[in-house]
């Protein structure tokens, strides 16, 4: 990424941690942010939510942040139905401690459509990160993922079995020759 990028980025980071109000997606919030400005991730200004909501985000994790809520208008959305079965997903198994939960679904869904690493799609710092918003936000659905399966996949993972359609080439991961792609390093 060109210099001034990631210089654009770091210092956004920055001023939006300065300003958060230490609720447990602050942080994550901070690293989205940060990253779409600077160009990195597949997320679009305001994160893929409305302008209403990413506004009330701002508000609500870093008060007093002065950021234009801008939130791209959204385009004829060719995998509605996928959306829809990913963002029901999350939903089904959101921890009900805050709010943002919902926010976080949406935009996981969002980011679920890009093409890279879903912590790179999201903007994160790391894999880590990721692990964290998951456990935070939908802890029974990660709670689930006991063999630390790359997060997108397993996501999808779970649809088809909720369907009982089984996309997978082996009936045991261990002797899956897809096993890398499911569970190798992201990075
Ligand atoms: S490793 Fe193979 S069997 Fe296991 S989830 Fe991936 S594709 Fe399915």
């Not at 980071?13 to 997606?25: T, V």
């Not at 791209?72 to 990913?86: H, I, T």
Request: hydrophobic share 40%; charged share 20%.
């Amino acid at each position: 990424m060109h210099r001034q990028n990631i210089s654009l980025q770091q210092g956004l980071y920055a001023e939006l941690m300065a300003h958060a109000a230490g609720l447990p997606n602050d942080e994550l919030f901070a690293q989205m942010i940060a990253s779409q400005h600077g160009g990195a991730g597949a997320l679009p200004s305001g994160l893929g939510l409305t302008g209403k909501d990413f506004a009330a985000l701002l508000a609500r994790h870093f008060p007093g942040f002065g950021m234009a809520a801008q939130a791209e208008a959204g385009s004829a959305d060719q995998r509605a139905l996928e959306r829809d079965d990913v963002l029901g997903l999350l939903l089904e198994h959101r921890a009900y401690d805050n709010m943002s939960e919902q926010w976080m679904a949406e935009i996981v869904t969002y980011a679920c459509m890009g093409n890279d690493h879903l912590w790179q799609d999201l903007g994160l710092h790391s894999r880590e990160y990721l692990s964290r918003l998951m456990v935070q936000n939908f802890p029974a659905l990660a709670a689930k993922n006991e063999h630390d399966m790359k997060w997108k996949k397993f996501l999808y993972k779970q649809l088809c079995e909720q369907e009982g359609v089984n996309v997978c080439r082996s009936p045991s991961c261990e002797y899956c020759a897809d096993y890398l792609n499911c569970f190798g390093p992201e990075e």
